[in-house]
């Protein structure tokens, strides 16, 4: 059913766990639907330094997490934001149509972590001045 | 089974003596299945298997009495070889009502007798659950039908061969089973149609099964099927016996070496081979895969392994949360396991319950043990 390199990712996944005092943080999902992603990221120099994810879900859920933060990691916040769910079951050889929809999920969680990021920022520089 | 696929090809509908010699090998398949589950043979139809069956049972019974009614009951757990046939009646202006389960996961007698209306023609119960396994009070209901002269059929697609299934005793008018779940072949299966019951049929084309069921009979499949049904029946009770105690053992060892893992369904009124539970904080496709790489084949109830995003609707039907259900996990014994089966088991499943634990955003170590000392 699922591709080798999924399998492979979701054998090692890649950036599990936590960033304590983490930049932003975003979360995707729905333990209803059984999947729920939340991704932790921080940020130097508006680059993502480093990734983690927490993943409830099935094997495409997993794999797509553990993609993603490779593919976003060491990125400019612009180049991490050009990343699309898509891109990400493109990287992975694809995914069955099934989980297109309701496991492929981490992109967003990226963008929802790096608007988080945003969000704090401004407010920052905004109470600096 | 095997000389009628090679030798003994003969075609039973046919006149020449290959097909009498075929044909002799099908009505003695007949006469054994009947014998076997308390029905005369003239009441065995042969099939495709338990969804032919099941659709055959519905629709044949819903065309046969629409002068009477048009209206079906059966419960909220059944097989989606029930449930779709159902839909589709509806569709078709039939009007169906699904009794609930109890907590337990077994459905009240005294719901499908309320259920009852003067235009009901069948009553569509199984007699044991395909996900949680529970036996489900089938003479009780039967029984009921009778008194209310509403035909009564009984998917027992996971009872027989497992379970001492009498016609008689149970008061079914009809039965589908499957051969493959009493370890014959697959894409066979029996109806029993009780002898005074009409019904309309789902194939059209040649005179075969006493005119109501068109095709050629799969010869090797019914050959195989009886023999498996009478081995099966020969080593019922030490069968059961064995996997109940495998069972035990494997429920016994997941309370006491995980957290927070579930039983769904009760124990008491359920197959002996069955068994389902539920794991917090994580999803159920993610440890099938686990389990998986370690050797070990199990299912889930997830949406995940369907394809859908809704979670199972047994486990639904008996008030397990979405979130929770999600996270089920269905384990069946059968005859070849043995206790190393369920030790081996038993030392992989805590580490992979730990691994995606570890990788969960909604499971919370701390919470658990906080609930449990409070």
């Given amino acids: 059913m699922y591709s080798e390199q999924v399998m492979e990712h979701f054998r090692n996944p890649r950036n599990v766990g936590v960033i304590e005092n983490a930049d932003g943080v975003g979360e995707v999902g729905n333990p209803v639907c059984g999947d729920m992603m939340r991704i932790y990221i921080k940020v130097e120099d508006n680059v993502i330094k480093d990734i983690k994810f927490q993943t409830l879900g099935c094997g495409a859920a997993v794999a797509s997490s553990s993609m993603m933060t490779e593919m976003a990691k060491g990125k400019t916040l612009e180049e991490a934001l050009k990343i699309t769910n898509d891109m990400v079951a493109e990287a992975l050889g694809g995914l069955p149509p099934a989980k297109l929809h309701c496991s492929n999920l981490a992109a967003d969680g990226l963008r929802a972590a790096i608007e988080d990021y945003l969000a704090r920022h401004a407010a920052e520089t905004g109470s600096k001045t | ?374």
């Avoid at chain 2, 006149?15 to 090998?25: C, N, T």
């Avoid at chain 2, 044949?60 to 009951?73: D, N, P, V």
């Avoid at chain 2, 394809?307 to 199972?312: C, Q």
């Avoid at chain 2, 259900?325 to 206790?339: D, F, K, Y």
């Fill in chain 2, 1 to 374: 089974m095997l000389p009628f696929f090679t030798e003994q090809f003969g075609n039973p509908a046919n006149l020449y003596s290959l097909g009498a010699e075929a044909a002799q090998a099908v009505e003695q398949a007949r006469a054994s299945v009947a014998g076997l589950v308390g029905a005369k043979p003239e009441e065995i139809y042969f099939t495709a298997g338990g969804t032919e069956s099941n659709n055959w049972a519905l629709l044949g019974t819903a065309w046969a009495y629409q002068e009477k009614g048009c209206h079906l009951i059966t419960s909220a757990i059944e097989h989606h070889a029930v449930l779709e046939p159902l839909n589709f009646l509806e569709k078709q202006g039939y009007q169906v009502t699904r009794v609930p389960v109890d907590s337990k996961g077994v459905v009240d007698p005294e719901e499908v007798r309320r259920a009852l209306r003067p235009d009901t023609i069948l009553v569509s119960i199984m007699h044991a659950n395909n996900e949680i396994g529970t036996i489900q009070p089938i003479a009780e209901i039967g029984e009921i039908c009778h008194e209310a002269g509403v035909l009564f059929h009984v998917d027992a697609v996971q009872t027989v061969g497992k379970l001492p299934v009498n016609v008689q005793e149970l008061k079914v008018d009809m039965l589908s089973a499957s051969a493959h779940k009493f370890y014959g072949p697959k894409g066979v299966g029996f109806l029993y149609l009780r002898s005074q019951a009409r019904i309309g049929r789902l194939l059209h084309g040649g005179g075969q099964e006493r005119k109501r069921r068109a095709g050629t009979v799969n010869v090797p499949g019914v050959v195989g099927m009886a023999r498996a049904l009478e081995l099966a029946a020969g080593r019922m009770a030490e069968d059961a016996q064995k996997e109940r105690q495998l069972r035990d053992r494997l429920w016994q060892g997941m309370q006491e070496n995980i957290e927070a893992i579930y039983l769904n369904g009760g124990l008491e009124q359920r197959l002996p081979s069955n068994l389902n539970v539920r794991v917090a904080g994580i999803e159920g496709e993610a440890m099938i895969l686990m389990l998986d790489m370690e050797g070990i084949c199990v299912s889930s109830g997830s949406a995940c392994t369907s394809g859908s995003l809704d979670p199972s609707h047994v486990l639904l039907a008996i008030g397990i949360p979405a979130e929770e259900a999600h996270g089920s996990l269905r384990l069946t014994l059968g005859r070849g396991n043995t206790e190393e089966d369920v030790d081996y088991f038993l030392s992989v499943f805590p580490r992979v319950v730990a691994r995606l634990r570890e990788m969960s955003p909604v499971w919370c170590a701390r919470c658990v043990t906080k609930q449990r000392n409070s």
